[in-house]
């Protein structure tokens, strides 16, 4: 018997055609994008940020050269001074949805990924040239592709609403092959950075850092885009155009928290405070390895990538506001996620090439890491994705989808931040994201709360005690009271220039927040209305819930006392759940007020022993990333039972210290 062996000559392997069949993979991940945008689109996953750039967007579409943004008080350029964002005007006459606009964004996100690959692979290609090791190249070039399919930061950024950073990573890196090839094209892309957005000019710094140490040969052009840098950004500051920017964040870097205006401030407090600085770096250490990790972490030290990184390292980790550094809500991290897979490459690849024999053993065995690394990351945090942007449910959405097709367009919302994006082609919007007082900019305006629904920023109880003012006021009459979502028809009243929301922590009408088996009975004045059990529910209903959602942002330990406006003929059960563990605190059995309105009590502690503090997921070693702290300690819920044949009315709940 004799045996067939094939022998396969490794460097015969076309890596062109490798190549040609990862940029093909990268066309597909784009329709994946638009694909899972559209989907989020559906479900009104777009927020408070979208609502800036889509109402720009209306307005130039609709002759509007300089559009003013409701929802910010300003003039749309005033955010970022992104010009470049005149030009996506066309598209909104070949598909006119808010969704449009997240294609525009994926589309420059794949441009920018592609022209990245493409350096990377003539890296490799040259040094497979120069000394051939295909297997190495082989895994250099699946490297470079899962770099930046796998990083599900990337991902994340384009579900993080629109905003204009993709565009200026993007002309940042042409801007930055242009200079290293002596290309004629630098200053055009130069130009476009810059017109993409103020950022633009902080990273343009980075560029110039990587010519100078480049050498003599383009230190000209190099002190020639830093002047440039320097002259829009001081531009930028006279128009008024940087007010969007997070100087905020940077006010530890004086003694007494300064309100820093400008990047100048900023360089100050840096040599005013530096040991601050080093602190805020090393709190936010983990999530700054988060940012670079995916992309093989080194590149953040190679010579044409590293000034760019760390520039936009510096800026994002430097601001204590912990949205920055997080690379979980890192659109603001994008040069990270394209410029260290690009250095990577570079310095895997120049070792290649060098005489450090020892090292050299080691490379494949490296990017073997690298691309497991990624799969990690890929694994660990891309299934999250859907739960962290899509909080609204299908019947929600829908019903949503009716609203928005019921108001005027020419009447001003006011909507819930969290699923506010879709309602943003309008002139008249402001989104609900705290207490306080809403300018009524038309005739008839419309206000949608959703206490329950969305990316939201105001907590539950503060929404549903929105829901009771506005039901109140009798100018304001419900539109639909369905699936989570309240929305009102109001008329102003001469005179009235302002609506103004209270908040209220601790007392919520029970109403807004019906359960399987109850029904919301709206009659007489608002204070009055109230939920009621249904025999035709229950019958339906595997739970009997009468009140459930209603939910409690607690910040301390301590001995409170529930409340409980109720009216029931028959037993009811009340139940007091920590969210957080899903469990249950305490409950009252056998309730039974004989058919009169009473208040019951519900007295109850919280412990260490007895309570789970909000903990927001972090990742699995070494895949990890801290998101930002969630803004309250403990999350708590009433639950409404009827028995059997009761009949079961709930007004009002509440929880007080005691």
């Known amino acids: 018997?004799?045996?067939?062996?094939?022998?396969?000559?490794?460097?015969?392997?076309?890596?062109?055609l490798i190549v040609k069949i990862l940029i093909g993979l990268f066309v597909v991940q784009f329709f994946a994008l638009a694909a899972w945008n559209w989907y989020q689109y559906q479900r009104f996953g777009l927020t408070f940020d979208f609502v800036q750039f889509g109402q720009a967007w209306w307005g130039l579409a609709h002759g509007h050269l300089n559009p003013y943004v409701t929802n910010k008080n300003s003039y749309f350029y005033q955010d970022h001074s992104a010009f470049l964002f005149w030009a996506t005007t066309p598209f909104y006459f070949i598909f006119p949805k808010p969704v449009m606009l997240m294609w525009i964004q994926d589309a420059a996100l794949v441009a920018t990924e592609l022209i990245a690959f493409r350096w990377m692979t003539d890296?490799?290609?040259?040094?497979?040239?120069?000394?051939?090791?295909?297997?190495?190249?082989?895994?250099?070039?699946i490297a470079s592709f899962a770099f930046f399919a796998l990083d599900p930061w990337i991902y994340w950024s384009m579900s993080d609403d629109f905003h204009v950073e993709i565009f200026s990573v993007l002309f940042l890196l042409l801007s930055l092959l242009s200079l290293k090839n002596h290309s004629k094209t630098l200053f055009l892309w130069v130009a476009l950075a810059l017109l993409s957005s103020n950022l633009a000019a902080t990273y343009l710094l980075g560029v110039v850092v990587a010519g100078l140490l480049a050498g003599k040969a383009w230190r000209t052009k190099s002190l020639a885009i830093a002047a440039t840098a320097f002259g829009w950004t001081g531009f930028v500051s006279l128009i008024h155009g940087d007010e969007g920017s997070a100087f905020f964040?940077?006010?530890?870097?004086?003694?007494?928290?300064?309100?820093?205006?400008?990047?100048?401030?900023?360089?100050?407090?840096?040599?005013?405070?530096p040991f601050a600085a080093l602190g805020m770096l090393k709190s936010h250490a983990v999530n700054i390895l988060a940012c670079i990790s995916p992309g093989g972490t080194i590149g953040a030290f190679a010579p044409w990538t590293f000034g760019v990184l760390w520039v936009a390292i510096l800026e994002n980790a430097l601001n204590s506001s912990p949205d920055f550094s997080c690379a979980n809500l890192g659109y603001q991290n994008l040069p990270e996620y394209i410029l260290v897979p690009i250095g990577t490459i570079f310095i895997v690849t120049a070792i290649r090439l060098s005489k450090w024999e020892l090292v050299k053993k080691y490379l494949n065995a490296f990017l073997i890491i690298c691309i497991f690394m990624s799969m990690g990351w890929a694994i660990v945090w891309l299934p999250k994705t859907a739960t962290t942007w899509i909080r609204v449910p299908s019947d929600s959405a829908k019903v949503l989808s009716a609203v928005l097709r019921e108001i005027p367009e020419t009447d001003e919302a006011l909507i819930s931040q969290g699923v506010m994006g879709d309602f943003s082609l309008r002139p008249y919007l402001l989104g609900i994201q705290k207490a306080g007082n809403f300018k009524i900019l038309t005739p008839h305006f419309w206000v949608v709360i959703t206490p329950n629904l969305g990316i939201e920023l105001l907590p539950p109880v503060d929404s549903e005690h929105l829901i009771l003012q506005?039901?109140?006021?009798?100018?304001?009459?419900?539109?639909?009271?369905?699936?989570?979502?309240?929305?009102?028809?109001?008329?102003?009243?001469?005179?009235?220039?302002h609506l103004k929301f209270g908040a209220n922590h601790m007392a919520?009408?029970?109403?807004?927040?019906?359960g399987n088996a109850g029904f919301t009975v709206l009659s007489g004045s608002p204070r009055n209305w109230y939920l009621a059990s249904s025999a035709e529910l229950q019958s339906r209903s595997t739970d009997n819930y009468i009140v459930t959602g209603d939910y409690f942002y607690v910040k301390k330990y301590g001995h409170y006392v529930g409340k409980i406006s109720m009216k029931s003929s028959g037993n009811a059960t009340v139940q007091l759940w920590d969210v957080n563990a899903n469990r249950e605190l305490?409950?009252?059995?056998?309730?039974?007020?004989?058919?009169?309105?009473?208040t019951v009590t519900f007295p109850f502690a919280l412990t260490p022993a007895n309570v789970v503090q909000t903990k927001l997921?972090?990742?699995?070693?070494?895949?990890?990333?801290?998101?930002?702290?969630?803004?309250?300690?403990f999350v708590l819920e009433y639950r409404v039972i009827a028995q059997p044949g009761a009949e079961v009315r709930v007004g009002n709940i509440s929880i007080d210290k005691q």
């Open 1 to 16: 018997m004799t045996m067939l062996s094939v022998t396969v000559n490794p460097r015969r392997l076309n890596l062109r």
């Open 123 to 141: 890296i490799i290609q040259s040094a497979e040239s120069e000394s051939p090791n295909t297997p190495f190249s082989l895994l250099a070039t």
């Open 249 to 273: 964040g940077y006010g530890y870097l004086f003694a007494k928290h300064t309100k820093v205006k400008s990047v100048g401030q900023v360089a100050l407090g840096l040599l005013h405070r």
């Open 470 to 497: 506005v039901a109140s006021m009798p100018n304001c009459h419900v539109a639909t009271d369905s699936s989570g979502v309240w929305a009102f028809a109001c008329t102003r009243v001469p005179g009235e220039t």
């Open 508 to 514: 919520v009408p029970a109403w807004t927040s019906a």
């Open 586 to 598: 305490g409950v009252l059995t056998d309730v039974n007020t004989n058919g009169t309105t009473q």
């Open 617 to 633: 997921f972090s990742g699995v070693w070494p895949w990890i990333s801290y998101p930002p702290p969630f803004y309250t300690k």
